[in-house]
């Protein structure tokens, strides 16, 4: 099992940056394919940026393609997200999850662990 603690949110101006961080518990942190997801008010949970076990592979949501990176750290157990030219749009909860199969990247089931979210806000 693995406990994920995301941090790194806050209020941003349009066009700028923020580095969400997730720290998560246990010795077997490598096992674990991560991911994150965000949730704005009224909507539903959707898929960000995900990254392999050993980090060779990354997956994006085509809304952020290009502007975020995501990463990790495996001998320090954590992953992290780069969010570069932030939109309004990009204003949600963001959230970190592990999941302890192979299953696709790209959806909520896929994943067993999940943080309780870090708020991001782009002001216009």
């Known amino acids: 099992q693995v406990q994920v603690v995301e941090s790194g949110g806050g209020l941003v101006q349009a066009g700028g940056s923020l580095r969400l961080s997730c720290a998560a518990s246990g010795r077997t942190f490598s096992r674990y394919p991560m991911g994150w997801f965000r949730q704005a008010p009224g909507k539903e949970r959707e898929f960000v940026a995900a990254?392999?076990?050993?980090?060779?592979?990354?997956y994006y949501a085509d809304s952020v393609k290009g502007r975020f990176t995501i990463s990790r750290d495996n001998a320090k157990n954590t992953v992290s997200l780069q969010m570069n030219s932030l939109k309004p749009e990009d204003t949600a909860v963001y959230y970190c999850?592990?999941?302890?199969?192979?299953?696709?990247?790209?959806?909520?089931?896929?994943?067993?662990?999940w943080g309780q979210g870090t708020q991001v806000t782009v002001s216009s």
């Open positions: 990254i392999s076990r050993s980090g060779g592979y990354t």
């Open positions: 999850a592990a999941q302890q199969g192979s299953s696709s990247p790209y959806y909520t089931e896929s994943y067993d662990y």
